[in-house]
């Protein structure tokens, strides 16, 4: 993974996008990389024909200036706020993230709520899904680095297309990675498949001198196996 120098951050005004540009502006400063702060005004809305929605809206928008500029002073680096108006709400996210030329996207996994959804869990899917750049998602309360990072891996060859940049992340943040087996299948040519990919990238890592273990689950579907770990041991970030 290469270094990150541009980091894009699409707000709201939910708690969870508030904790997401806490983050970003956190892990800009210790790179040293660039921040743009990014917000969608959704066109073609019927709240915005009330005129009190759009003088709420307006007071909401300073709130996120407000909080960009105590990030600012606090970290001592220079945050671009940009507004832009357009819909959906995604493909705004990702056609400027793409302009900006941006390494890393960080954003909420739940947005405001109400009738327009700004960066709910479907837009934040649908970045994942459409992006062409690396989608860092965060739950509510949860701006602090991550200690343990969780790396699936299961007998699909290009389960280790992540190593580099997870062995980047946990360089990053001091973390350890736990890389987990996953199969489903008892098939014997799927479970020695996972064995053999599990144990090369347990290898990949000692070999960066990282803090690793390994494990092998079985028996359940990969999404509830993975699941079932991140919260057994803990784990605060799941690169997929």
């Known amino acids: 993974m290469k270094k990150l120098e541009k980091i894009f951050i699409p707000v709201d005004y939910s708690e969870t996008s508030l904790t997401a540009l806490d983050f970003g502006v956190k892990l800009a400063s210790t790179l040293n990389a660039k921040v743009q702060v990014f917000h969608v005004k959704e066109t073609e809305s019927l709240l915005f024909a009330n005129p009190e929605f759009e003088a709420y809206h307006n007071l909401l928008e300073n709130k996120i200036a407000d909080r960009v500029k105590e990030l600012e002073n606090l970290y001592k680096i220079d945050i671009h706020f940009l507004i832009k108006t357009g819909k959906p709400v995604y493909k705004e996210i990702v056609y400027w993230a793409e302009e900006y030329k941006t390494d890393l996207i960080i954003m909420g996994t739940y947005g405001a709520t109400g009738i327009q959804e700004y960066l709910a ?29 969780l790396c699936p891996i299961s007998s699909d060859p290009n389960t280790r297309q992540k190593l580099d940049e997870v062995a980047y992340l946990a360089q990053i943040f001091n973390a350890k990675i736990h890389v987990l087996g996953v199969s489903s ?24 001198n990282l803090d690793v273990i390994s494990q092998l689950w079985t028996k ?17 970030m799941v690169v997929i």
């Open 220 to 236: 359940k579907s990969e999404a509830d196996l993975i699941m079932e770990y991140a919260r057994t041991a803990n784990c605060d």
């Open 185 to 208: 299948n008892e098939d014997e040519f799927n479970l020695n498949a996972t064995k053999a990919y599990l144990n090369q990238s347990f290898d990949y890592f000692k070999s960066k």
């Open 121 to 149: 869990g479907s837009n934040a899917y649908k970045v994942l899904s459409a992006s062409k750049s690396p989608v860092l998602t965060l739950h509510p309360n949860n701006s602090e680095f991550p200690k343990n990072i």
